[in-house]
T-cell receptor, first 116, second 116 residues
Framework: GAGVSQSPSNKVTEKGKDVELRCDPISGHTALYWYRQSLGQGLEFLIYFQGNSAPDKSGLPSDRFSAERTGGSVSTLTIQRTQQEDSAVYLC??????????????FGPGTRLTVT | QQQVKQSPQSLIVQKGGISIINCAYENTAFDYFPWYQQFPGKGPALLIAIRPDVSEKKEGRFTISFNKSAKQFSLHIMDSQPGDSATYFCAASIVNIGGATNKLIFGTGTLLAVQP
């Protein structure tokens, strides 16, 4: 079946502009995660959704970052007033979800964001 | 306490040799330890994972060794092939605590090059 898809694959934006990154999880996966991969910080967790709720937003680096998920499926990560330090690859992962149970996380190909 | 330390940063192995990558953690609440493989321009792909109730898990040429008392785990790639050349990440998460989100805490990665 189809894996996790993300769009766009690449995004170049000017400092100060807002960007939206999209994630389509694997069908039926209730858990969705956003991670960021950068040279300086490695792979770091941003936010977790279970269904449409986000019980863990602890990794969002500032209030310029927000995310939503609708219909228990597609998620959008929004970065407002982008800064050069936001340049990174933004990765989305999904899993079957549920606490107390180990469910493998499957990653999408990522969106490479470059802020000029 | 949330860190996962990974070594070496890079590794060169001859074809047919054994590649060994090590990780260490501090948080004893971690109870799920996956390894991911990442090729350039792709998202991380789950290779193999282990829970702390076993000391070793083998899948094909890939083996995880887990030492709970030392809080260490390692990935062994037997009969390494040029196609194994990639970046490998260890990770850890908490599953079996109420409210746990299973968010992954990643090591810093190991760039493996298998020479033909």
């Amino acid at each position: 079946g189809a894996g996790v898809s993300q769009s766009p694959s690449n995004k170049v934006t000017e400092k100060g502009k807002d960007v939206e990154l999209r994630c389509d999880p694997i069908s039926g996966h209730t858990a969705l995660y956003w991670y960021r991969q950068s040279l300086g910080q490695g792979l770091e967790f941003l936010i977790y959704f279970q269904g449409n709720s986000a019980p863990d937003k602890s990794g969002l680096p500032s209030d310029r970052f927000s995310a939503e998920r609708t219909g228990g499926s597609v998620s959008t990560l929004t970065i407002q007033r982008t800064q050069q330090e936001d340049s990174a690859v933004y990765l989305c992962a999904s899993s079957r979800g549920g606490t107390g149970v180990t469910h493998e996380q499957y990653f999408g190909p990522g969106t490479r964001l470059t802020v000029t | 306490q949330q860190q996962v330390k990974q070594s070496p940063q890079s590794l060169i192995v001859q074809k047919g040799g054994i590649s060994i990558i090590n990780c260490a953690y501090e948080n004893t609440a971690f109870d799920y330890f996956p390894w991911y493989q990442q090729f350039p321009g792709k998202g991380p792909a789950l290779l193999i994972a282990i829970r702390p109730d076993v000391s070793e898990k083998k899948e094909g040429r890939f083996t995880i060794s887990f030492n709970k008392s030392a809080k260490q785990f390692s990935l062994h790639i037997m009969d390494s092939q040029p196609g194994d050349s990639a970046t490998y990440f260890c990770a850890a998460s908490i599953v079996n605590i109420g409210g746990a989100t299973n968010k992954l805490i990643f090591g810093t990665g190991t760039l493996l090059a298998v020479q033909p």
